[in-house]
């Protein structure tokens, strides 16, 4: 039977995407710090955490995240930017992905196709940036796209049949979003989760190291 490992499903979409998998036979094992006490940022958690764990993994995904991080809001002029913000932030979006993958690449299989996936923004696209604001949080989820294309390239050596990617899941409803979503139309998590199942159902290697969106099409960077 295909195995899947979703860090951070006690959350909205961590939650519907391992809900979703097992509907369609996939036994998923889940971890979260909520639940578990399994913190992204805390390299000796997650290292001990993913030793425990067996595998193979035919798809690891990471649906940990934050907008909000200590009570600082998405910034939306320079004058409300601080350095805890933006360390807080990189921390959570960025390097407790990277942690993840670093651990995890042992519980992958190399004989078969896999997926590793992390949650992505498109607020993370520098390309597509014209609105301005959020800095912290546009920049963690930059910082987490570039840090995954960059391991997608090592590990295509080494896992010829692994897509690696970041994924946007569009704005979904959780509590996550909801005093920022505004007038930007949403989707219910267990949507995101269908539509995020789908698209990683149609990767393969030749997909490693790209970001996408919930139906599959290309984010610039």
């Given at each position: 039977?295909?195995?899947?490992?979703?860090?951070?499903?006690?959350?909205?979409?961590?939650?519907?995407?391992?809900?979703?998998?097992?509907?369609?036979?996939?036994?998923?094992?889940?971890?979260?710090?909520?639940?578990?006490?399994?913190?992204?940022?805390?390299?000796?958690c997650v290292?001990?955490?993913?030793?425990?764990?067996?595998?193979?993994?035919?798809?690891?995904?990471?649906?940990?995240?934050?907008?909000?991080?200590?009570?600082?809001?998405?910034?939306?002029?320079?004058?409300?930017?601080?350095?805890?913000?933006?360390?807080?932030?990189?921390?959570?979006?960025?390097?407790?992905?990277?942690?993840?993958?670093?651990?995890?690449?042992?519980?992958?299989?190399?004989?078969?196709?896999?997926?590793?996936?992390?949650?992505?923004?498109?607020?993370?696209?520098?390309?597509?940036?014209?609105?301005?604001?959020?800095?912290?949080?546009?920049?963690?989820?930059?910082?987490?796209?570039?840090?995954?294309?960059?391991?997608?390239?090592?590990?295509?050596?080494?896992?010829?049949?692994?897509?690696?990617?970041?994924?946007?899941?569009?704005?979904?409803?959780?509590?996550?979003?909801?005093?920022?979503?505004?007038?930007?139309?949403?989707?219910?998590?267990?949507?995101?989760?269908?539509?995020?199942?789908?698209?990683?159902?149609?990767?393969?290697a030749r997909?490693?190291?790209?970001?996408?969106?919930?139906?599959?099409?290309?984010?610039?960077?």
């Amino acid at each position: 039977m295909e195995q899947a490992l979703i860090i951070g499903d006690s959350g909205g979409i961590g939650g519907a995407l391992a809900a979703r998998l097992r509907a369609q036979g996939v036994a998923v094992t889940g971890l979260s710090r909520s639940r578990g006490g399994f913190d992204v940022t805390d390299e000796a958690c997650v290292r001990d955490g993913l030793r425990r764990l067996e595998g193979p993994y035919e798809l690891v995904f990471v649906a940990t995240g934050a907008l909000e991080i200590g009570g600082a809001k998405p910034e939306k002029t320079l004058k409300s930017l601080s350095a805890q913000a933006l360390m807080d932030q990189y921390l959570l979006n960025a390097v407790g992905p990277m942690l993840v993958l670093k651990h995890a690449v042992s519980l992958l299989p190399r004989d078969r196709r896999a997926v590793f996936a992390a949650l992505s923004a498109r607020v993370g696209s520098i390309g597509d940036n014209r609105l301005g604001g959020w800095y912290s949080y546009r920049a963690a989820k930059a910082g987490v796209n570039q840090l995954l294309h960059t391991a997608a390239v090592e590990l295509a050596r080494t896992h010829r049949q692994l897509a690696c990617v970041c994924l946007h899941p569009g704005t979904v409803e959780t509590a996550f979003t909801r005093k920022y979503a505004d007038r930007h139309p949403t989707v219910t998590a267990d949507e995101a989760a269908a539509r995020l199942v789908e698209v990683m159902r149609g990767l393969s290697a030749r997909d490693t190291g790209r970001f996408l969106d919930y139906a599959g099409q290309e984010i610039p960077w």
